[in-house]
C-alpha cells in the first residue's frame, strides 16, 4: 500500500473500512469481501503502475466501473490479498468525431454521460439501460452490455471500436483505433469486451455514434397471455422493420411490484402482462405513428390485446419507460430474489415462461414470480421471489436448486444461463456445469496466457482450479 501510495496522486489510495465499504459490497448486498485497499487511479499511466506493483507483490486486482453488476463481478471474492482499482476518476473525453461518428472516451464515463455527449453533437449512442446513470464503459464493455436497444443497435460488442487496456503485467496494449474495417490479423479488442476484467483493464473505449433519432413513438400494450406478446412483437416487427428498436415484456407480477414500491409509477391499465414498445427513426418523414398505431390497433382488434397508450410527450414516454426500467430497484426494495438472466429461441419465450411457472408451483411452492426482459432478444429475467417476509440471504441451500432447476430449463431449450450479466462470482458453478470441457480448457488457457499469476479479478468467471496461477499462488 506504501508503494502504490507513492506511486500515485495524493488521494488516491483508500484503507479506511469507512471509505473502502461502498466499493467491497456488490449492488445486490449478496455479496461484500475486505479489500486491502481502493485505488483511484486519474489516468492509463497510474492505472499501468498500480497494476506492475500489485503484480510484483502478488495482490489481486479488481477492477470497478459503477459497481452496478449483477453478479458480484466487480467486488473482491474470498481467498487472496485484492485490491479494488475503480475507473471513477477517468471520465474524460479524448475525441468526438462526428464525420467519422465515434467517440473516444475513459473508461470511468457513466453511460449516460456518453448518451448526452453525442446527443449533444446531434448524434446517437444507442446503449441503454436502467442503471445508465451509474455505469461506466470500462464494465459495460467488460460485461458486454446488452439493455433495451438490442434488437436494433446490437450490444456493447458491435458498439466498439477500439480499446485501450492495461494488461495483467501493467504494460499498455494501444488498440484505441476508430477504424471500421482493420483485418489485420487476430481482433484483439473482442478479447477484453464481456471477458469481466480478467485479462485487461479498460482504461478508454472508441465507440461507434449513429444518426440522432429525430422521431419517436412509444407505447405500452396490455397482452392476454405471453403467446401474445410474441405475437404483439411479431407484427410490430413485420410492420416496423428495423424502425422497431424495442421490445420488452414485463409480467403482471413485474408491473404490480413497481406500482406497489415506486413513487408515482402506476401503469395506465391492469393487464395480465405486458408489452413496451418503441418505433424511433432518424428520418423526420417515417410515418412511425401511422405504424405503431395501425399495429396496435389491429392488435386489439384481433384479441392480441386488451388495451394500449401510445406516448403523446415525452413526459408521457418517461413515464412509460419508468415502469420497466424500475423493476430491479422496485424488487430489491421488496426483499430481493433468486435473480436469472436466461436466454431461449424467441419463439420458445411463451413455452418456457409456462414451464418455469409450473416449476416453481410444483417445486418451490409459496415461491413468487418475477419475470420480464428483452422480448425481442429472447432474454428474459425469470426472478423467484421467496415468500413473503422471508429474505432472499436466508433461504441457504435452496438459493442454488432455484437456479439449477431455472437454468437446466434454459439450456434444455438450447439456451443460455447467462444472456447478458456474465459470470463474476454468482454464475461459476453455472458455468462449470454447462460448458464443455473444451470452452473451459480455451477459457482457462487464454487466463494463463494472458494472466499467468492470476493478478486480475482472481475468483471470478473461471471455476477454482481453472487459470490459476501454476505456482499454486490463488
Ligand atoms: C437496475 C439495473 C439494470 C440493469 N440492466 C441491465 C441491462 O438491461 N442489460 C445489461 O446488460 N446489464 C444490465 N445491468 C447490469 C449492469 O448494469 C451491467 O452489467 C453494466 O455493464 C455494469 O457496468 P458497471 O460500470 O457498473 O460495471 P461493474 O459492476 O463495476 O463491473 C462489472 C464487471 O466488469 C469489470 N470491470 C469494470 N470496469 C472495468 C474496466 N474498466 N476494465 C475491465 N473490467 C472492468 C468488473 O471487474 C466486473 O467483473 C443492470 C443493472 C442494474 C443495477
Not at 507483490?57 to 482499482?85: D, I, K, R, S
Not at 430474489?337 to 420458445?348: R, T, Y
Amino acid at each position: 500500500m506504501a508503494r502504490l501510495a507513492a506511486a500515485l496522486p495524493p488521494g488516491a489510495v483508500l484503507t479506511s473500512p469507512a471509505d473502502r465499504a461502498a466499493f467491497e459490497t456488490d449492488w445486490r448486498r449478496l455479496h461484500a469481501h475486505p479489500a486491502l485497499c481502493v485505488v483511484q487511479p486519474g489516468s492509463t499511466a497510474d492505472v499501468a503502475a498500480a497494476v506492475r506493483i500489485c503484480a510484483e507483490a502478488a495482490v489481486g486486482v479488481v477492477p470497478q466501473g459503477g459497481n452496478t453488476g449483477l453478479v458480484a463481478g466487480a467486488v473482491p471474492a474470498e481467498g487472496a490479498p485484492q485490491v479494488v482499482l475503480t475507473l471513477r476518476r477517468m471520465a474524460a473525453v479524448r475525441a468526438l468525431d462526428t464525420v467519422g461518428d465515434s467517440v473516444t472516451v475513459e473508461a470511468g464515463a457513466t453511460l449516460q454521460s456518453v448518451q448526452e455527449l453525442a446527443a449533444g453533437a446531434g448524434r446517437l449512442f444507442p446503449l441503454s439501460l436502467a442503471a445508465e446513470g451509474t455505469a461506466q464503459i470500462g464494465g459495460l464493455v467488460a460485461t458486454n452490455a446488452g439493455g433495451l436497444q438490442v434488437l436494433a443497435y446490437g450490444s456493447m460488442r458491435a458498439l466498439v471500436l477500439g480499446l485501450e487496456v492495461v494488461l495483467p503485467d501493467g504494460s499498455i496494449w494501444e488498440g484505441l483505433r476508430p477504424l471500421r474495417k482493420d483485418n489485420t490479423g487476430f481482433d484483439l479488442k473482442q478479447l477484453f469486451i464481456g471477458a469481466e476484467g480478467l485479462l485487461g483493464i479498460v482504461t478508454a473505449a472508441c465507440l461507434r455514434l449513429f444518426p440522432a433519432v429525430t422521431q419517436r413513438v412509444t407505447a405500452l400494450a396490455g397482452v392476454p397471455t405471453v403467446e401474445s406478446a410474441l405475437r404483439l412483437f411479431q407484427a410490430a416487427r413485420d410492420r416496423a422493420g428495423t424502425a422497431l428498436t424495442m421490445c420488452e415484456f414485463v409480467s403482471g407480477e413485474a408491473m404490480r411490484l413497481v406500482a406497489r414500491r415506486v413513487p408515482g409509477a402506476r401503469p395506465p391499465f391492469d393487464a395480465p402482462a405486458y408489452v413496451l414498445l418503441e418505433l424511433s427513426s432518424p428520418a423526420a418523414d417515417h410515418p412511425l405513428r401511422h405504424a405503431a398505431e395501425t399495429v396496435l390497433e389491429e392488435a386489439l382488434a384481433g384479441g392480441l390485446a386488451l388495451d394500449a397508450v401510445v406516448a403523446q410527450s415525452e413526459r408521457e414516454r418517461l413515464q412509460l419507460l419508468r415502469l420497466r426500467e424500475e423493476i430491479s430497484d422496485a424488487e430489491l426494495a421488496d426483499g430481493g430474489a433468486v435473480k436469472h438472466d436466461i436466454a431461449v429461441p424467441i419463439a420458445l419465450i411463451p413455452e418456457t415462461v409456462a414451464a418455469v411457472e409450473a416449476l416453481v408451483r410444483r417445486r418451490f411452492p409459496g415461491y413468487r414470480l418475477n419475470v420480464f426482459g428483452h422480448l425481442g432478444d429472447g432474454n428474459l429475467h425469470v426472478n423467484v421471489r421467496p415468500p413473503e417476509g422471508c429474505s432472499v440471504a436466508a433461504i441457504g441451500p435452496l438459493y442454488q436448486d432455484i437456479t439449477c432447476a431455472v437454468e437446466d430449463l434454459a439450456m434444455a431449450r438450447g439456451g443460455s444461463f447467462s444472456a447478458e450479466h456474465g459470470i463474476g462470482q454468482m454464475r461459476i458453478a453455472s458455468l462449470g456445469r454447462y460448458k464443455s470441457a473444451v470452452d473451459l480448457a480455451l477459457m482457462s488457457a487464454l487466463k494463463r496466457a494472458l494472466d499467468p499469476h492470476n493478478i486480475l479479478n482472481p475468483g471470478k468467471l473461471l471455476p477454482a482450479g481453472q487459470g490459476r496461477d501454476a505456482r499454486g499462488g490463488r
